[in-house]
T-cell receptor
Framework: AQSVSQHNHHVILSEAASLELGCNYS??????LFWYVQYPGQHLQLLLK??????LVKGIKGFEAEFIKSKFSFNLRKPSVQWSDTAEYFC???????????FGGGTRLMVKP | EPEVTQTPSHQVTQMGQEVILRCVPI?????FYWYRQILGQKVEFLVS????????KSEIFDDQFSVERPDGSNFTLKIRSTKLEDSAMYFC??????????????FGPGTRLTVL
């Protein structure tokens, strides 16, 4: 069964610091990869996705992620975080032929002003 | 912007009672999903639904659970006889058909179910 690991459970950064959140998955087939964000009191929103093609994908609000197939990783990055990026971030994987999203455990990011 | 809505936002029930959680997916979407998140645990897939039938389900989705699209807008999750361990946040999601639209699932705000 596929699984997704997010190694950082809690991250605290100051504004303007750079961010990288790790995500690794275990599945040997063709996958689609996603990062979702949940702001306090709000629902899950899609930040970005990798379906095929260029392994470096750009999403909303200045976020990007790089799919490294050999490392089974899809790390999320942002060069300079803002206080408004305080949220919980979830990595998710979907087998190319199925519907099911498998989520990581989430990373709570707190950005100090 | 269109969004997925869920009602109620919080449901409290006694063990053994039946509950129905309701969702209104985005209107032109054709795939519907339920996920749940037990407090402190990962978001887990329960079931997907397309063309009026279940297309995929997880081990969690046993005979106690059922889904239905009773009309053109609602999508429901029924738990027949709730157990304490069913206490969780339940998320509904929907996606369009074909290509990129199929791959992007839009989530609702969730229903927090508390079983006493």
């Amino acid at each position: 069964a596929q699984s997704v690991s997010q190694h950082n459970h809690h991250v605290i950064l100051s504004e303007a610091a750079s961010l990288e959140l790790g995500c690794n998955y275990s599945y040997g087939g063709t996958v689609n990869l996603f990062w979702y964000v949940q702001y306090p009191g709000q629902h899950l929103q899609l930040l970005l996705k990798y379906l095929s093609g260029d392994p470096l994908v750009k999403g909303i609000k200045g976020f990007e992620a790089e799919f490294i197939k050999s490392k089974f990783s899809f790390n999320l990055r942002k060069p300079s975080v803002q206080w408004s990026d305080t949220a919980e971030y979830f990595c998710a994987v979907k087998h190319n032929a199925g519907n099911m999203l498998t989520f990581g455990g989430g990373t709570r990011l707190m950005v100090k002003p | 912007e269109p969004e997925v809505t869920q009602t109620p936002s919080h449901q409290v029930t006694q063990m053994g009672q039946e509950v129905i959680l309701r969702c209104v997916p985005i209107s032109n979407h054709l795939y519907f999903y339920w996920y749940r998140q037990i407090l402190g645990q990962k978001v887990e897939f329960l079931v997907s639904f397309y063309n009026n039938e279940i297309s995929e389900k997880s081990e969690i989705f046993d005979d106690q659970f059922s889904v239905e699209r009773p009309d053109g807008s609602n999508f429901t999750l029924k738990i027949r006889s709730t157990k304490l361990e069913d206490s969780a946040m339940y998320f509904c999601a929907s996606s369009g058909a074909g290509g990129v639209a199929y791959n992007e699932q839009f989530f609702g705000p969730g229903t927090r179910l508390t079983v006493l």
